[in-house]
């Protein structure tokens, strides 16, 4: 990634992510158009705290801030997401287009793909928006953004993340096709993490044969315990919910009559 990727630095976590003209899409589509070689340019944007309301497009000199069609491609994308716009999403996506999410197991076909970001559209509601921090866009049309969410112009801790975005030609259009999203961990394990690649290096190193049987199919370690629970546990769900829902339903049954009781010899005294 490093020999086809060049560093283009962003010293502000600013785009400028709202009041976007509606014919963005055809204005990327014809930058595109004209140039299908996109030679790395390094750009910068200003300091300011105005992440998620206005662009700071420009140096700190006050000259403007350089554009090409993939980083016009990528602005508009996360335009879009903080507008909560997914029509003008679905212009930036390839009809193929697959998102690799460290979050989920499989790729992302490009149904659940729509999916993925409607929902996410949802979760981050009206205040939360993603704020770009650097960008490297490469010779091919490849860029790697890193960013991070603020709510309210605020940064969220544990929020920040990186996303590799692969673009192809469709006609005069510049479409995604690939995106790798890398979100940073709640958890920081520290030399605990070392600990345990240590552990699980000499665990492999023991036993090679499954540690090789185990690394091309990482799922079968699963399924052992989804049979133990679909024979040992499944079965019984059923009754142990019935046994639940009854025996709170004579709990409450026993309330009702101590409380009818109580009421009954306070209004005798009253």
Known sequence: MNS????????SPSFNLKQRPPSRHQQISANWGTRQQCSPKPIRAILGSNATGGLSNAYHGGNALPSSPLTDVIQEFYSSINDKDMTRLKKLL??????????????LDVKN?????????????????????E?????????????????????????????????????????????????????????????????????????????EAFLQNPEALVWPIVKLYKFCVEPFVVYLLAYYIHFWSFVAQGLTMVLSILYNILKRFV
């Open 94 to 107: 390839a009809p193929d287009c697959v998102v690799e999410h460290t979050s989920y197991y499989k790729p």
């Open 4 to 11: 086809a990727l060049t560093l283009v630095s962003f010293h």
């Open 135 to 211: 960008v490297c866009q490469g010779v091919e049309p490849t860029v790697a953004v890193m960013w991070h969410l603020e709510w309210n112009g605020k940064i969220i801790p544990f929020t920040k993340g990186s996303g590799f975005y692969m673009c192809s030609s469709k006609g005069e259009s510049l479409l995604i096709r690939k995106v790798y999203i890398f979100n940073e961990s709640p958890l920081k394990p520290g030399k605990l993490a070392l600990e345990i690649l240590l552990f699980v290096a000499k665990l492999f190193d023991t036993l090679p044969k499954q540690a």
């Open 113 to 133: 793909t729509h999916t993925y970001f409607t929902r996410l559209m949802a979760a981050m509601r009206k205040n939360v928006k993603f704020a770009i921090d």
